[in-house]
């Protein structure tokens, strides 16, 4: 919405958009136990789109937790984030992640919910090390609370704290 709403035509957005993508990365094996027992898999992607500070500041953006997260959706809110953070100034690159449901958020329960949200903290954590408060800060969005990013920040200090993430104290 950012680039309509300072008239940058659709062209510019998408050489943009492919011009300045750093880093995506989609996982298609996060498992969470639902409550009938039977464990559900689900992919999710983070994509950091332009880190314009040297990397001394990190990603900034939301987690959508819904059926409708693609990859292409992300980047584009990855990109929108760049622009909005330097409209106002902001030193944080524009990220974006999501978590693909198999179904509505809303036909989940709260402990499905916390269940996928460790799964997703245990995979862009502790294997692929790129939620930290010094490279990607997640926040709310669609379908997710700010229960969940306790969840995200409790797994972080949780990983930290038995010393497997180097610089983290």
């Known amino acids: 919405w950012v680039g309509k709403l300072l008239n940058v035509p659709e062209w510019v957005i998408e050489e943009e958009i492919k011009l300045f993508k750093c880093h995506e990365l989609t996982v298609g094996k996060l498992r969470a136990d639902m409550d009938n027992g039977i464990p559900e898999r689900f992919s999710a992607t983070v994509v950091l789109h332009c880190q314009p500070y040297y990397h001394d500041k990190p990603y900034k953006g939301r987690i959508p937790l819904s059926h409708t997260v693609t990859p292409g959706f992300l980047r584009v809110l990855a990109f929108e984030m760049t622009l909005k953070c330097a409209v106002v100034d902001l030193e944080f690159g524009g990220g974006k992640s999501g978590i693909r449901l198999k179904k509505p958020v809303n036909l989940y329960s709260p402990k499905e919910i916390t269940t996928i949200m ?14 930290s408060p010094h490279y990607y800060v997640p926040a ?18 949780e990983e930290a704290s038995r010393g497997s993430i180097p610089g983290a104290v």
């Open 140 to 157: 709310t969005d669609m379908g997710t609370t700010p229960q969940n990013m306790d969840t995200i920040h409790g797994k972080f200090w």
């Open 118 to 131: 460790e799964a997703f903290s245990e995979v862009f954590i502790k294997e692929h090390r790129i939620i």
